[in-house]
């Protein structure tokens, strides 16, 4: 159960007290679980326009909620299915994602996340990884996103089995020890040594009236390492790791630095990625190559990896061709 007591009023609204077994997680992400079928969009919305109250109070999307909470949900319709999917998501997903597991055990998967994926579904995105994974898996208990990727970034993601595992990895990312690695393809020779970007990103900034992420005095601390892999003519592979994990972070902290990463149409150099699209470069050049934490219940050290997309590989062949 994801709550000690629930109640209903006469006008639909819900009022859910939360339970020591959903302390610490966040406000947006019990009600993804509490609204089944909502948009996650839809579910933000709700708590921007202050529909939904803890405790009596407005809350925001990325508060923590405690033991004893009082939850007020108002009644939502949810929306039917899409019915080109037939009630589940297309076979193709289907597919994608089971292929997609690189490790699994009674605590935890781990996906390669394939590129074009949303983790999940909302602003017009029916299916996303979370809902094809609960579909094609009825019978399991709980499954939860326990971080996200960008729809276009490929690599690893992990899903919590237990909502005890969910705890302890929130607890894990809270604390800085869960070590996210990333292969980027960047504008530009980066140096020798490491090149860190520490700037704050506001995520909710305004450009041409589309929200967006921006380098601002007024953001949320952001910390990015760019380590140069491999190096071609105009370009290199960045190994990049991240201490924080903010929207769009390694692509707009790449942009800030002058380093714009390959494929990128919202940040990167257009007339760069236009020459790239000639070597075959079909997609955002951002890769989830690795991850890496220390269990704190027991000191089990936890690694995986995700290769390099054949696609994005295959990109870096034409690179080094045309450097011949």
Same mark, same amino acid.
């Given at each position: ?36 079928? *909502? ?24 508060? $923590? ?6 939850? $007020? ?45 949303? *983790? ?12 094809? #994974? ?10 939860? #996103? ?27 990312? $809270? ?5 996210? $690695? ?98 075959? #470069? ?43």
């Amino acid at each position: 159960m994801t709550s000690s007591s629930r109640s209903q009023g006469r006008n639909g609204v819900r009022h859910v007290d939360v339970d020591s077994g959903s302390a610490g997680q966040r406000i947006d992400n019990f009600l993804a679980r509490e609204l089944k079928g *909502v948009p996650r969009s839809r579910v933000h919305r709700l708590l921007r326009k202050g529909e939904v109250r803890v405790n009596g109070g407005r809350v925001r999307s990325g508060a $923590r909620l405690a033991a004893g909470d009082r939850v $007020r949900i108002p009644p939502v319709a949810v929306d039917s299915v899409d019915p080109a999917s037939g009630g589940e998501p297309p076979k193709g997903m289907q597919e994608r994602i089971r292929d997609a597991v690189l490790h699994e055990d009674d605590r935890l998967l781990v996906l390669n996340k394939p590129s074009g994926i949303a *983790v999940h579904g909302g602003s017009g995105v029916p299916w996303g990884v979370i809902e094809t #994974l609960r579909a094609i898996r009825p019978g399991t208990a709980f499954l939860e #996103l326990v971080h996200r990727l960008d729809r276009e970034t490929s690599g690893c993601l992990l899903v919590a089995k237990r909502r005890s595992t969910l705890r302890t990895l929130h607890e894990v990312i $809270r604390a800085g020890a869960l070590e996210k $690695r990333y292969l980027a393809l960047v504008k530009g020779r980066l140096p020798k040594h490491p090149l860190p970007v520490e700037a704050r990103l506001d995520r909710n900034a305004r450009r041409d009236g589309e929200r967006t992420v921006q380098v601002s005095a007024e953001g949320q601390a952001a910390r990015s390492v760019f380590r140069r892999s491999e190096v071609f003519r105009e370009a290199t592979l960045a190994e990049v790791s991240i201490a924080t994990g903010r929207t769009h972070q390694i692509r707009v902290h790449g942009a800030h630095a002058g380093h714009p990463v390959a494929g990128d149409g919202r940040y990167g150099d257009q007339e760069w990625n236009k020459a790239l699209r000639g070597l075959g #470069l079909k997609r955002l050049f951002l890769h989830a190559s690795g991850l890496r934490w220390t269990d704190p219940d027991n000191g089990a050290e936890h690694v995986y990896h995700a290769a390099l997309p054949d696609e994005l590989r295959a990109v870096l062949d034409e690179l080094e061709s045309v450097a011949r």
